[in-house]
C-alpha cells in the first residue's frame, strides 16, 4: 500500500502527508471508528486479520480506519464499514474524539450506531477482519479483567468511554 496518511499537530490539525511504510513513531495520524451495538445492548467487535502490522489477531471495534489523503473522518468511516464488515445504509452517529498516544499516536473519531443483524449478515474482508462477533456487557469486562490481551491495547479504555 502506497496511500498517503493524514499527519496532524497535536490539535487534529493537517501538517503534512506520508506513505503509510514512512511513518514515523512521533508522527500523528487520524483514524476513524465504529462502537456498533444492538438493541439487546451487545457490542460488535471485530478480531483483527492475523497479518496486520498492528495488533494481529487482537479483538477490537467492530471497524477502524486510518484517514487518507482527501478524506474526511465522516468519508472514511463510511467507506471503512462497508469494506471491511460490509455495512452500508447506516446512519452513523458522531461519538467522541479523542488523541491517543498509548501505542501509535493517532486521533480517534468514534461513530456510533445501533444495528440489528445477524452475525450471517456481517461480510468480513479477509485482509482486514478474521470474523465479527456480538459480545455482551457483562462478558466484556469478565474478559478484560482476566484476559486483557485478547483485545487491542486501548480497547479497555475504549470500552469505558463508550459503553454508558
Not at 12 to 28: C, G
Not at 69 to 90: F, M, P, Q, R
Amino acid at each position: 500500500m502506497s496511500e498517503e496518511i493524514i499527519i496532524v499537530d497535536e490539535y487534529d490539525n493537517v501538517v503534512s502527508y506520508k506513505k503509510r511504510k514512512d511513518l514515523q513513531a512521533e508522527d500523528i495520524y487520524r483514524v476513524s471508528a465504529l462502537w456498533l451495538t444492538n438493541s439487546k445492548g451487545e457490542i460488535l467487535l471485530a478480531q483483527r486479520a492475523y497479518d496486520k502490522k498492528h495488533h494481529p489477531g487482537k479483538w477490537g471495534p467492530s471497524v477502524a480506519g486510518t484517514i487518507e489523503s482527501g478524506e474526511t473522518y465522516d468519508d472514511n468511516i463510511i467507506k471503512e464499514a462497508e469494506e471491511e464488515i460490509g455495512l452500508k445504509g447506516v446512519d452513523f452517529k458522531k461519538g467522541p474524539k479523542e488523541l491517543n498516544k498509548k501505542d501509535y499516536s493517532h486521533y480517534t473519531q468514534w461513530y456510533l450506531a445501533v444495528v440489528d443483524r445477524n452475525i450471517e449478515d456481517f461480510i468480513v474482508q479477509p485482509g482486514e477482519v478474521v470474523k465479527v462477533r456480538w459480545f455482551n456487557k457483562e462478558e466484556l469486562i469478565k474478559k478484560i479483567n482476566t484476559d486483557p490481551d485478547f483485545f487491542t491495547p486501548n480497547f479497555p479504555h475504549y470500552f469505558k468511554l463508550l459503553n454508558k
